[in-house]
């Protein structure tokens, strides 16, 4: 196992990186930009080395920086998180040049999956079923008319590169289409710095759907259910649940054996997730994140599994030590993003938090690396905290996450917590008869 694991994030998943390594035995160390000398992950790490400026490019996403920080606190392996560097092929294959351990899959998984033209190709082929589009880039405008006469409107238009929702576009008809594709085109080049683009049918009203698996090294692959991250504004999630409430056991037990027989194919190596649209019982691929999830806590609540030990432990070349049937799902998980936003505009409102008061109680958790004095700087995303809330039913989770957001105290910002606690009295929500437009179109809306 390793010695010593370099932290290369922030926030609360810094924290909970650390939190499976001290557990495991495993000293940390954090590194931080100027912004973050107070953090919560600098101050609970056995060691902490200054990064850089506050702008995530001159330190959480500066390679030559963090590789001089493993070097000299001689860390033997680099943790990237959620965001950031977490899926840049180029950071994992210097970081393994310098003999350092990537916990993650290998440089070309993460290369092709990031691909999402590629990742689609290599998912038809593995017999994955996904949106229907376009087999490849769509270069120009008339190609883009004829992809989309083909497809049928409405059509969407996506950054290959794509991530958070960025480089997405709308086309309800031809009139609107080149618009939407030199849009997105655009949009894409400023975020990824690459402005290829392919074209997928627009589905109306589906959910989002998304499959945990985990890979060894040595050919074992389980799957941990799914997640339902329906609820989303602007293609970003805001509340997941688990298990999804609209699948039954059977479609749970097919769609998950699928994903394991592709990842077992691809030969794939971490802990990784196939997401999926679903609509009138169909399931879709669209990306596949070979990484960690914002939303994992929601897995382990109903499995009782640590996944970021188990992706320790896998990228340290250990097998699973555990089989599909050895995974049993209990109870329902809910988890809501909760950020430093404006509840109704989403303007994010970084400041001071002069007040601090965590839920607590069964079932109920917190991975947050807030405290009263902190403050949260206006540089990165605007997620604080993440809670998460089990209980033996869908029902009495709804019941302790509303009871969970009443306790919870964040004084001196506003944040999104007052929309948490009406989305869990929303008649819509609590029926589980909701899709990915429902946030957004219907109930911010009305
Ligand atoms: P990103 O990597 O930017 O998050 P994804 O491909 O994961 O992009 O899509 C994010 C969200 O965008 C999905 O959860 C869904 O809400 C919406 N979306 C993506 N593809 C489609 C599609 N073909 N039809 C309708 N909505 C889509």
Same mark, same amino acid.
């Given at each position: 196992m390793f010695n010593k694991v370099l932290i290369a994030n922030r926030g609360d998943v810094a924290l909970r990186i650390h939190r499976a390594c001290r557990e495991m035995g495993?000293?940390?160390?954090?590194?931080?930009?100027?912004?973050?000398?107070?953090?919560?992950?600098?101050?609970?790490?056995?060691?902490?080395?200054? =990064?850089?400026?506050?702008?995530?490019?001159?330190s959480y996403l500066n390679i030559p920086a963090i590789l001089s920080a493993a070097a000299v606190t001689h860390a033997d392996a680099i943790h990237p998180g959620v965001g950031f560097l977490s899926e840049n092929a180029a950071f994992a294959e210097i970081v393994e040049a310098h003999g350092i351990t990537f916990i993650g899959p290998s440089p070309s998984h993460i290369q092709s999956m990031g691909d999402k033209i590629t990742a689609k190709r290599t998912m038809i082929e593995l017999g994955i079923p996904c949106v229907p589009g376009s087999k490849g880039p769509v270069e120009?405008?008339? %190609?883009?008319?004829?992809?989309?006469?083909?497809?049928?409107?409405p059509v969407l238009i996506k950054a290959a590169a794509g991530g958070g929702g960025r480089g997405m576009k709308v086309a309800e008809g031809p009139e609107n289409l080149d618009e939407a594709y030199t849009m997105a085109r655009r949009e894409s080049a400023a975020a990824f710095g690459n402005d290829s683009v392919y074209m997928e049918r627009y589905l109306g009203r589906p959910r989002h759907i998304e499959i945990q698996i985990a890979a060894d090294s040595h050919g074992n692959v389980i799957h941990l259910g799914e997640r339902d991250?329906?609820?989303?504004?602007?293609?970003?999630?805001? =509340? $997941? $649940?688990a298990p999804s409430p609209a699948l039954t056991q059977a479609e749970r037990e097919a769609i998950g054996k699928r994903a394991v027989e %592709?990842?077992?194919?691809?030969?794939?190596?971490?802990?990784?997730?196939? $997401?999926?649209?679903?609509?009138?019982?169909?399931?879709?691929?669209?990306?596949?994140?070979?990484?960690?999830?914002? $939303?994992?806590?929601?897995?382990?609540?109903?499995?009782?599994v640590d996944l970021v030990r188990m992706q320790i432990e896998i990228a340290a070349g250990r097998p699973l030590g555990m089989e599909q049937k050895d995974v049993t799902f209990t109870g329902h998980a809910i988890e809501c993003r909760i950020t430093a936003e404006d509840p109704r505009t989403f303007q994010p409102r970084p400041g001071r938090i002069d007040d601090y008061h965590q839920p607590g109680g069964l079932g109920v958790r917190v991975d947050s690396a807030l405290y009263a004095g902190y403050s949260v700087p206006p540089h990165y995303d605007s997620l604080v905290a993440k809670l998460i809330v089990h209980g033996r039913n869908r029902e009495e989770c709804l019941m302790r996450t509303e009871r969970a957001l009443g306790e919870y105290v964040i004084g001196g910002i506003p944040t999104t917590i007052p929309l948490h606690a009406e989305l869990m009295r929303a008649p819509v929500f609590r029926s589980g008869d909701y899709h990915i437009r429902w946030l957004e179109s219907d109930y911010l809306k009305s």
């Open positions: 495993i000293k940390t160390v954090a590194v931080h930009s100027t912004a973050d000398a107070d953090a919560m992950h600098v101050r609970l790490a056995d060691e902490s080395v200054c =990064i850089g400026p506050p702008p995530a490019r001159d120009g405008l008339d %190609a883009a008319r004829a992809e989309a006469a083909h497809i049928g409107y991250c329906s609820i989303q504004r602007r293609h970003q999630k805001v =509340i $997941e $649940e %592709a990842i077992q194919k691809m030969g794939y190596r971490s802990l990784g997730t196939l $997401e999926f649209l679903y609509e009138n019982g169909e399931f879709f691929f669209i990306e596949m994140n070979t990484r960690l999830q914002v $939303e994992h806590p929601i897995t382990e609540a109903i499995t009782g």
